[in-house]
């Protein structure tokens, strides 16, 4: 019967080993207030627990096994706090946490209001464009269409009236209107690419394939 006293010891002994902890404390802003409804999670031994803070930012996980625990300690807008804590069997440890403001991320999206500035003939402002059913009002005779033309372009074409270009070419004579496929009053051009800039000029484009008279470049 000597054998039954060491073991009853050692029973013992495990389950005082065995006794569940307990992890309790407080979560605070960096001001010291209670912060409500923050997830406090405890991983070691057994698993994990968690709970949520309650109004006076109070927490309280039991039933913890004995050993080493990972709590993380996680709220909207704040910093997520970790730390490892050491529970003993049958004790209560005791955590407060202060949670740091997070980091707030501003996007900031600059529109321009106006789109660039451009020189180029085809982005000027000031173009009138005639096609379509325009384009079919004009005179057919080709004299008469300059005519036509020169008066649309205004005073602002210049003294001699707006230089006539061609695809890009001048000199040459107006194209059959059955060939024109668009026509750009340009009053108010400022390129070096042009032979007169400063004044305005008449652009003439033509359908593809069609015969068309060009002057000189």
């Known amino acids: 019967m000597r054998w039954v006293l060491p073991v009853l010891l050692s029973a013992s002994l495990a389950a005082a080993d065995d006794t569940p902890a307990t992890l309790r404390g407080r979560v605070t802003d960096p001001l010291g207030g209670a912060v409500v409804g923050a997830q406090?999670?405890?991983k070691g031994p057994a698993g994990a627990k968690s709970a949520l803070t309650g109004s006076t930012g109070e927490y309280a996980l039991s039933g913890l096994r004995p050993g080493t625990y990972t709590v993380l300690v996680t709220r909207s807008k704040f910093t997520p706090y970790s730390n490892e804590v050491q529970l003993a069997a049958g004790h209560t440890a005791v955590l407060d946490v202060q949670l740091e403001l997070a980091p707030v991320e501003e996007t900031v999206t600059v529109k321009s209001p106006?789109?660039?500035?451009s020189i180029e003939p085809q982005n000027n402002?000031?173009?009138i464009v005639i096609q379509g059913a325009d384009l079919d009002a004009l005179p057919d005779d080709p004299d008469e269409m300059a005519e036509a033309l020169q008066a649309l372009?205004?005073?602002a074409a210049g003294p001699n009236g707006g230089q006539i270009f061609i695809d890009g070419f001048t000199g040459g004579r107006l194209p059959p209107k059955s060939a024109i496929r668009?026509?750009?009053?340009n009053a108010n051009p400022f390129s070096a690419e042009y032979d007169r800039p400063?004044?305005?000029r008449i652009e003439i484009f033509t359908r593809p394939g069609s015969d068309k008279l060009r002057g000189d470049t």
């Open 40 to 42: 406090v999670e405890a």
């Open 114 to 117: 106006n789109p660039p500035l």
């Open 125 to 127: 402002a000031g173009a």
């Open 153 to 155: 372009a205004g005073p």
């Open 182 to 185: 668009e026509i750009r009053l």
């Open 198 to 200: 400063g004044f305005g």
